[in-house]
């Protein structure tokens, strides 16, 4: 059945967008994760990923149109399906049906409510005074939790001010402003929840009273008070609404600014941000700075201090006196990293049909091999980062394991991307590592520091941690010798590593002394098999063994 993907509201004040490229054609092959095209917003050129599967069946918006958000842009589904009727449909003003994803749905009624309400409400702001609402950053955000407030109302916010730390369902964000003023209201307090569109803060002059703006928001006038500040700024207010900015630290301990796209580009390319003069305002770094830019030297991986997969804090906890005898319990609010954890976790252990195959690993010739290739200056490379080579080599041989189910077809995914489960202090994230098979172990050494690093410090993208085809996930580092990991879906397969242990072996028919490790592969059963399961194992304890091979 054919799906209509409309033009999607990329960020808080977008009401139009621009498709800058289309990276597919009519006729092309879509699989879930697929670049479909790259869309100019009000904010920044960002790429938009395909949540479905099938073929490209129609263009709605040709390369350098512009349309409004919840236009036709495109339709996804069976080779040679009859999608005329879906075409000429969509010529309504009925936005609701056209959404690919249940998430999206209240944008469209909020579209619906802004084109009626927008003007009647601009003409009520006061001059200088903006709106800052809960914005959507990520695909599958649908609502997000103040985490920190860096600003409290009465401080002055200067562009570039980071106000707040945003949680949504893949990570914490740090929410920057682009608006100068006194952060006069504060909407949402630390540890709440809420939609978004909801009124996040005020900024304007100093002594503005924003009581009334506050009120009516609260008291239903949602969308319409979001709008009403977009559709101020676009024809009276020079200032921006507030955008999110992906910041890393030089070392002159400056932030640097960068759009998102920009930093992925960068990111794919190998290039450092800290060399890349930006473009764009107050120096930040767009998409054409990247394309443009030459370096001096060839680009490494950022070094970072972060292990392949990252430890858990280990700060100690504030001791809590309990009294002798009495009974003492304590509650700890769950963060909203926590129950998407908790709620995909369980969708998938409920939904897949779990099984778990084990082997043990000699790992004898590895670590001599590490001990070689670490010689090497600036070079280093961990077991994790050997285990994850010998894992896109082994799913390129079985491609079966590197699959996801659907209802009506399995997919089998012929490119790796390989997710590293990186334990934070909120819980679990998994940035992904793409082309896997395609990068050398250094450079995989590298972008998993680099990865893990960012992750700790809440600097990660949305889209570092999307796309997913298999995942690897390390307990080793803490002595546990054997465990099973439920699997993270859409993928079919995850693999458990535990840590290297001494121990007698036998070899040759003599018992000697040697270093095994225990690997074990949690599989989907609607689409692995057991037998190809164990054949991947089997290929994979071949490459992990005799390294040498991996350069083959």
């Given at each position: 059945m054919a799906t209509i993907i409309t033009m999607p509201r990329l960020s808080d004040t977008m009401t139009e967008g621009t498709v800058a490229t289309w990276l597919k054609k009519v006729g092309d092959k879509i699989s879930e994760g697929d670049i479909l095209a790259e869309i100019e917003t009000d904010k920044a050129t960002m790429e938009f990923e395909s949540f479905n599967e099938g073929?490209?069946?129609?263009?709605?918006?040709?390369?350098?149109?512009?349309?409004?958000?919840?236009?036709?842009?495109?339709?996804?589904?069976?080779?040679?399906?009859?999608?005329?009727?879906?075409?000429?449909?969509?010529?309504?003003?009925?936005?609701?049906?056209?959404?690919?994803?249940a998430d999206k749905a209240p944008a469209a009624a909020e579209t619906t409510k802004e084109e009626k309400a927008a003007p009647a409400a601009a003409a009520s702001l006061p001059e200088g005074v903006v709106v800052v609402t809960m914005p959507r950053l990520s695909d599958t955000m649908t609502e997000g939790t103040v985490a920190t407030w860096l600003k409290k109302v009465g401080d002055k916010v200067s562009e570039g001010d980071i106000l707040a730390e945003i949680e949504t369902d893949k990570a914490t964000m740090e929410f920057e402003s682009f608006n100068e003023g006194t952060l006069l209201y504060i909407g949402i307090e630390e540890g709440n929840a809420a939609p978004i569109d909801s009124l996040l803060a005020i900024i304007g002059p100093a002594g503005t009273d924003v009581s009334a703006i506050a009120s009516n928001f609260k008291s239903g006038a949602k969308a319409e008070t979001a709008t009403t500040t977009d559709t101020a700024e676009e024809k009276s207010a020079p200032a921006e609404e507030t955008k999110v900015v992906v910041q890393e630290e030089a070392t002159d301990g400056k932030r640097i600014l960068a759009s998102p796209l920009a930093k992925k580009i960068a990111s794919d390319k190998g290039i450092q941000l800290t060399q890349v003069k930006g473009s764009g305002e107050n120096g930040r770094i767009v998409k054409s700075d990247i394309e443009n830019f030459t370096p001096t030297a060839p680009a490494s991986p950022t070094p970072a201090a972060a292990p392949a997969t990252a430890k858990t804090a280990t700060a100690a906890a504030p001791k809590v006196f309990v009294p002798a005898g009495e009974v003492f319990t304590e509650e700890i609010k769950n963060s909203q990293m926590r129950k998407i954890i908790a709620k995909r976790l369980a969708e998938s252990l409920f939904t897949a049909p779990h099984y778990n195959l084990t082997i043990e690993v000699t790992m004898d010739d590895a670590m001599k091999s590490?001990?070689?290739?670490?010689?090497?200056?600036?070079?280093?490379?961990?077991?994790?980062?050997?285990?994850?080579?010998?894992?896109?080599?082994?799913?390129?041989?079985?491609?079966?394991?590197?699959?996801?189910?659907?209802?009506?077809?399995?997919?089998?995914?012929?490119?790796?991307?390989?997710?590293?489960?990186?334990?934070?202090?909120?819980?679990?994230?998994?940035?992904?590592?793409?082309?896997?098979?395609?990068?050398?172990?250094?450079?995989?050494?590298?972008?998993?520091?680099?990865?893990?690093?960012?992750?700790?410090?809440?600097?990660?993208?949305?889209?570092?941690?999307?796309?997913?085809t298999f995942t690897v996930s390390n307990l080793g580092m803490f002595g546990i010798v054997e465990f099973n990991s439920i699997i993270n879906q859409p993928n079919s397969a995850i693999l458990s590593v535990g840590a290297i242990v001494e121990k007698p072996v036998v070899k040759n028919g003599q018992i000697v002394v040697g270093n095994t490790m225990m690997l074990s592969l949690a599989c989907d059963h609607r689409t692995i098999d057991g037998a190809t399961g164990a054949q991947f194992l089997q290929t994979l304890k071949q490459y992990i063994e005799n390294p040498v091979t991996m350069l083959a």
């Open positions: 073929t490209l069946l129609y263009i709605g918006i040709p390369e350098g149109e512009t349309a409004p958000v919840d236009s036709l842009l495109a339709i996804i589904g069976e080779e040679g399906e009859d999608v005329s009727a879906l075409i000429a449909g969509k010529s309504a003003p009925k936005t609701e049906e056209a959404k690919p994803e590490r001990t070689i290739i670490n010689s090497i200056p600036d070079t280093k490379v961990s077991f994790n980062d050997m285990v994850i080579k010998a894992c896109a080599m082994a799913l390129k041989k079985h491609p079966k394991v590197n699959s996801q189910w659907k209802e009506d077809a399995i997919t089998i995914n012929h490119h790796v991307n390989i997710g590293v489960a990186v334990a934070v202090e909120d819980g679990l994230v998994v940035p992904v590592l793409k082309f896997t098979d395609a990068m050398s172990l250094s450079q995989i050494g590298g972008s998993v520091r680099d990865l893990a690093g960012r992750a700790k410090n809440k600097k990660l993208l949305p889209t570092e941690m999307e796309g997913s």
